[in-house]
């Protein structure tokens, strides 16, 4: 554990169920801080609809400067159907994108572990998921989200649309070299994920991607083809330590790793950069089930333990909060999201309270 104690905490709702989720993992924190004496400073601000409303943009400058004053940022989630109809780069989405490249958050980690209990909830067989650990190291800040040039334009052809997908050989090696140093610490296997069949960037990440692994001689390298790493998730995800991969890839790969776990309510991550750290659930912000108190928060929970482990570097505070999931989830409780047959939902807010009560109990 670092020697401070106290951490500036900026949280950002946004919309759909982010508030209820955020509400329920800050409760958790401030348990876990109590155990280990640490003490959070909560900051609010507006982010994507929500700021759109009030503020007139997704996120505003004011924000930003908030989240680069904080020791780290809990996001809830951004976007719903009332800012569908606005041009791309005015949606509530700009607001989470625009803090990625703001505080250059570069590496995107997201750890799709299945919890014993919930092996049954998944939509796969028990036998394939069972045991499951496995980590996304998704690059955030570049490829087809930020490539220049983007738009739409007439042409002799009509309208045209075109993005630019993009890397360079920095890019891709310092988020490489996050996945190799998080292989060390696991099961030291890291699997590169590209379309280097077909694409140059592809061929440039997969030439990097080995060079950075000639520095890591103890951790095991395979390549995969983005299609067929879809389809080996889903048929034999036990071959996966660590998946590494860019920005376009690893978003849809990453929403299929969560649902190994049953839920896309069970899956956490942290985007870190060289100073800065955002923790946020993977969902969305399922505005189907907002204010219904129905919302799973176990993936922003679980956001929370990431935060106690990289930003307060308290690996014993973190492993209580998991602990403490895992012991609810084995006393049958569940969220509706992943909740078996002829069993009754547990409330968002009161899975948030049975998860402070097991961290108490530790
Ligand atoms: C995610 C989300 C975001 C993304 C959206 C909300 C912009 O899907 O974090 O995976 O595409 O990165
Ligand atoms: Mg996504």
């Not at 005015?90 to 505080?103: D, S």
């Not at 590169?192 to 997969?206: F, I």
């Not at 983005?226 to 660590?242: A, G």
Request: aromatic share 6%.
């Amino acid at each position: 554990m670092t020697d401070r104690k106290s951490f500036d905490i900026l949280v950002l709702e946004g919309d759909g169920i982010g508030p209820e989720v955020a509400a329920e993992a800050l409760k958790v924190l401030d348990a876990a801080g109590e155990g280990a004496g640490l003490e959070f400073h909560y900051h609010h601000a507006l982010v994507g609809g929500a700021a759109i409303d009030e503020e007139g943009a997704p996120i505003s400058q004011e924000t930003m400067r908030k989240a680069e004053a904080a020791d780290a940022i809990i996001l809830g989630a951004v976007g719903g159907p009332k800012w569908d109809d606005l041009p791309t780069l005015e949606r509530p989405e700009q607001g989470l994108l625009g803090l990625r490249m703001r505080l250059d958050l570069f590496a995107n980690l997201r750890p799709a572990t299945v919890f014993e209990p919930l092996a049954d909830a998944s939509t796969l067989k028990r036998e394939v998921v069972s045991g499951i650990d496995l980590l996304v190291v998704r690059e955030l800040v570049s490829d087809l989200y930020f490539g220049e040039p983007r738009g739409v334009k007439s042409s002799d052809e009509g309208r045209v649309a075109f993005n630019t997908m993009r890397y360079s050989d920095r890019e891709i090696s310092r988020v490489a070299r996050v996945a190799f140093d998080a292989a060390l610490r696991r099961r030291r296997k890291v699997t590169s994920v590209d379309k280097a069949n077909v694409l140059e960037v592809s061929g440039l990440w997969r030439e990097v991607v080995c060079e950075v692994a000639r520095e890591y001689p103890d951790v095991e390298l395979d390549h995969q083809y983005v299609d067929n790493c879809s389809m080996q998730l889903i048929r034999d995800p036990s071959q996966f330590d660590v998946i590494l991969t860019g920005n376009m890839f690893g978003d849809i790969l990453s929403d299929e790793a969560a649902m190994l776990t049953g839920s896309i309510g069970m899956l956490p991550s942290a985007s870190l950069g060289a100073d800065f750290a955002l923790y946020e659930p993977v969902h969305g912000s399922a505005p189907d089930i907002a204010g219904q108190d129905r919302a799973n928060p176990l993936a922003t929970i679980l956001s929370i333990a990431m935060l106690l482990e990289i930003t307060c570097k308290d690996a014993e505070s973190a492993g209580r909060v998991r602990s403490a999931v895992e012991r609810v989830l084995n006393d049958g409780y569940r969220t509706a999201d992943i909740i078996g047959e002829g069993e009754d939902p547990v409330p968002c807010s009161r899975m948030g309270d049975l998860v402070v009560e097991a961290v108490r109990r530790g």
